[in-house]
């Protein structure tokens, strides 16, 4: 890109340049320290998912993220209520207009990326303020001894200021959970995003697996875990009643069915799987003769992050039909305010049961899909779920909306994530004409290796945008333990995956320091 065509985006160059962000490390970090930083700000984060926002009246709040909360991290009502949500955001934002070509960046000029980069940040407090206020007007209720106690100090600015206060305490948290991804991306290993979302993922399934509690306003005191559930009825039913439904209960029933659980080890194995199938081309040293490699591209190419933009889409298209339906200020709105076509949300709840958030939404579990279709037993059980009842054109249809909607977003999403973070055929090419190395028979020169890698990277970074849509969905579909969705499981399993591989590239490089240039490492 000219000099003389730079981007709009330089005139908040000398703002977002001056804002507050964890330093890069000088030098190289050791592998041990890395690990270090890693698990020291894991724990800080389940530190922060245990604070409560003070002043917060916890039985009047509405997690508007509910169906959501496995995959962006954090907990309702903590200091990380929102998780990691304007973050993925911001980088929603950042690559549609990248893709769209509106913000007119060079993401291969290190002046460009780093003003990207900057701004990206700067989205991040937008988003957090953008969805912390609209929450505390019906959603998160200051406690009525907070709003008291300010009334006695200033006369009838009660409710105003204690609803500052708890939008602080959420701004002050989201910014602090963003830097905490900086710490673990600069000195850490991975990310931080990725590694909030499995460390909740796995809290998840863990205690849909093994709690012996029961669930929450269950009319009989069984275990709302899995395998408790499952050994207390077969401790207390007849071989009768385990003849009649037992086994349907142990199998299907929410919370918790052992299908789920099923489910969940399946999901596993095929993302492991996936996740080492890949295709390598192989490399060899421009001048050093006998140094051989190979450049792997695998099946997964654009990592998970388009599932997480994806489910984040998903989660303000949610947000947003919600506000326009219950809140009474976003009633108002002409033309969106009240309508039932964007969603309808039974007061109380943050589900929608209809209009078109509901056909966007997740669909968590056989229960809500295939059994109301199979019998209609199953349907009348789900009607006094949702209250709502439902013909099995509008569940087809369901189903239909959300699994394409997840294959196409991921898609498109995969296609401008491998755009803005270098991973296209011409970037990938200069990076290996960098280090020295070149395709064997081929000469080197990077427009050569272009030519050969876009045999390669467009289809599979195409193939991995549909794939990973059409197995969230289809993982969503099937069910699994815990609040974790199909789609959190997916994300962790495939998060695990690359985490062990970096790990053994970092412990690679360790060893065998001049790798680090090839790697892109310090």
């Not at 709105?333 to 039974?346: A, K, N, R």
């Not at 037993?377 to 013909?391: K, N, R």
Request: charged share 15%; proline share 5%; glycine share 8%.
């Amino acid at each position: 890109m000219a000099k003389d065509e730079k981007s709009l985006l330089y005139k908040l160059k000398p703002l977002v340049d001056r804002m507050p962000m964890v330093k890069k490390p000088d030098g190289h970090v050791h592998f041990k320290h890395k690990i270090m930083y890693t698990i020291l700000i894991l724990l800080i984060y389940f530190v922060m998912t245990n604070i409560v926002i003070y002043g917060l009246d916890a039985e009047r709040t509405l997690d508007l993220f509910e169906q959501f909360r496995a995959i962006f991290a954090g907990e309702s009502g903590s200091f990380v209520h929102l998780g990691i949500t304007p973050i993925v955001n911001a980088s929603i934002m950042m690559q549609l207009f990248q893709g769209a070509e509106i913000i007119n960046l060079d993401m291969k000029d290190d002046e460009d990326k780093a003003l990207y980069q900057n701004t990206q940040k700067f989205l991040v407090i937008i988003m957090i303020l953008v969805q912390a206020i609209p929450q505390a007007f019906g959603y998160l209720h200051p406690s009525t001894t907070l709003v008291s106690n300010i009334d006695g100090v200033f006369a009838g600015q009660g409710m105003m200021l204690a609803r500052v206060i708890i939008v602080s305490q959420i701004a002050i948290g989201g910014y602090f959970l963003f830097l905490m991804d900086e710490v673990v991306t600069k000195w850490g290993i991975g990310s931080g995003i990725s590694l909030f979302i499995v460390a909740g993922v796995a809290q998840g399934i863990f205690t849909g697996t093994f709690n012996w509690m029961p669930a929450p306003g269950a009319e009989q005191a069984i275990p709302s875990g899995a395998i408790p559930k499952t050994i207390h009825i077969l401790q207390n039913s007849t071989s009768a009643e385990i003849a009649r439904g037992g086994f349907e209960r142990i199998l299907l029933e929410p919370p918790n069915p052992l299908f789920g659980l099923i489910t969940t080890i399946l999901i596993f194995l095929i993302i492991a799987y996936v996740e080492s199938s890949r295709i390598e081309l192989p490399l060899s040293h421009g001048r050093a003769r006998g140094a051989r490699g190979r450049y792997p591209i695998k099946l997964i190419y654009t990592s998970v992050m388009p599932v997480i933009l994806v489910a984040a889409l998903m989660a303000n298209i949610n947000l947003f039909a919600m506000l326009f339906y219950t809140n009474p200020t976003f009633q108002s709105f002409p033309l969106l305010g009240g309508q039932w076509w964007l969603g309808v949300f039974p007061p109380g709840t943050t589900e929608p049961v209809a209009g078109g958030a509901w056909y966007l939404s997740n669909i968590n579990g056989l229960h809500e899909w295939l059994l109301p279709l199979m019998s209609d037993s199953y349907a009348a059980q789900f009607s006094q779920h949702v209250p709502w009842t439902y013909t099995n054109a509008q569940i087809i249809a369901r189903v239909v909306v959300h699994f394409t909607f997840m294959t196409v977003a991921c898609l498109l999403f995969a296609n401008f994530w491998v755009k803005t973070t270098n991973m296209d055929a011409e970037s990938v090419a200069e990076q290996i004409q960098d280090s020295g190395m070149q395709i064997p028979g081929f000469r080197r020169d990077p427009r050569v290796l272009k030519r050969v890698l876009e045999r390669y990277i467009p289809t599979i970074t195409s193939f991995s945008g549909i794939f990973m849509g059409a197995l969230a969905a289809g993982s969503n579909m099937l069910g699994s333990v815990g609040n974790a969705t199909g789609t959190s499981i997916f994300l962790a399993v495939s998060i695990l995956v690359q985490l062990y591989e970096q790990i053994g590239k970092e412990q690679m490089m360790e060893m065998h320091p001049v790798l680090r240039d090839f790697f892109g490492s310090q």
